[in-house]
C-alpha cells in the first residue's frame, strides 16, 4: 500500500534536541565505528560508552549484530539489505540524538553511500565517522567468531573483505589503529577529540 505524503504532519516539540543535551552536560553526536569484522568496533564502542557512563554521559549503544537480532532480523547481507539495514540504524541514531545523547555504533557498513546517507541525517558536526582500521590478515588471525574461516571456506557468501568490498573512508573524523594502539589508548584518543569538538562539555 503507497502512503500519500499529505497524510502525515511533522509535528514540533517543545524541547529542542540541544536543550535536551545541554541538561546531561554534551552535545549530541552519534560516533559511528565502521571497519572489518574482527577489527575492534564493537570493543572500542563497548569501552567508549563505559568511558563516557563513567563521567556522568547519556548514551546508547547500537550494535550490528544486535540490531540484527531484531529491529533488523528480517534483512540479509545482499548490497539492498546491507543499505537497508544501515538507512534504519540511522534513523534510530537521528531519534537518540534528537533525545540528546551521544550514540555510540559499531557497523561493518562497508559502503561509503550508506555511512554519508546516515551523515546526512544528521545536524553538522553530530556525525563523528570512526574508522577502525586492523589490517586484514589482523582481522583473520583474531577471528572471534570464526567467521573469516566459514567465508574462505565458502560457506559464508558475500563476506566483507574476502568476497565482497569495503570502502575505506575517505574523509573520517578519526582514523585508529587497534593493530597498533591497546583499547586504553584508543579511547583516551576518542575522549580526547571529543572534548576538542564540544561534545564533551563537562
Same mark, same amino acid.
Given at each position: ?22 541538561? =546531561? ?15 575492534? =568496533? ?51 541514531? =537521528? ?15 562497508? +559502503? ?24 586484514? %590478515? ?9 567467521? +573469516?574461516? =566459514?567465508?574462505?571456506?565458502?560457506? !559464508?557468501?558475500?563476506?566483507?573483505? !574476502?568476497?565482497?568490498? +569495503?570502502?575505506?573512508? %575517505?574523509?573520517? %573524523? ?12 584508543? !579511547?583516551?584518543?576518542?575522549?580526547? +577529540?571529543?572534548?576538542?569538538?564540544? !561534545?564533551?562539555?563537562?
Amino acid at each position: 500500500m503507497t502512503q500519500q505524503k499529505d497524510t502525515f504532519t511533522w509535528h514540533n516539540t517543545v524541547l529542542t534536541a540541544e536543550q535536551r543535551a545541554e541538561a =546531561k552536560g554534551q552535545r549530541p553526536a552519534v560516533i559511528w565505528f565502521t571497519g572489518l569484522s574482527a577489527s575492534g =568496533k564493537s570493543t572500542l564502542a563497548n569501552a567508549l560508552e563505559h568511558a563516557l557512563f563513567e563521567r556522568g554521559h547519556h548514551t546508547f549503544l547500537l550494535d550490528g549484530d544486535n540490531v540484527r537480532h531484531g529491529l533488523n532480523k528480517d534483512l540479509d547481507l545482499s548490497p539492498e539489505g546491507r543499505q537497508e539495514n544501515i538507512r534504519r540504524i540511522g534513523e534510530v541514531a =537521528k531519534l537518540f540524538a534528537d533525545a540528546g545523547l551521544i550514540v555510540v555504533t559499531a557497523f561493518i557498513s562497508p +559502503y561509503r553511500s550508506d555511512r554519508r546517507m546516515v551523515r546526512e541525517l544528521l545536524k553538522p558536526g553530530e556525525f563523528v565517522e570512526v574508522h577502525v582500521h586492523a589490517p586484514l %590478515e589482523v582481522c583473520e588471525k583474531r577471528d572471534p567468531k570464526g567467521l +573469516y574461516a =566459514k567465508a574462505r571456506a565458502g560457506e !559464508i557468501k558475500g563476506f566483507t573483505g !574476502i568476497d565482497a568490498p +569495503y570502502e575505506v573512508p %575517505e574523509h573520517a %573524523e578519526l582514523v585508529i589503529d587497534t593493530s597498533k594502539n591497546d583499547v586504553a589508548t584508543c !579511547i583516551q584518543t576518542l575522549l580526547d +577529540y571529543l572534548r576538542e569538538k564540544n !561534545i564533551l562539555l563537562r
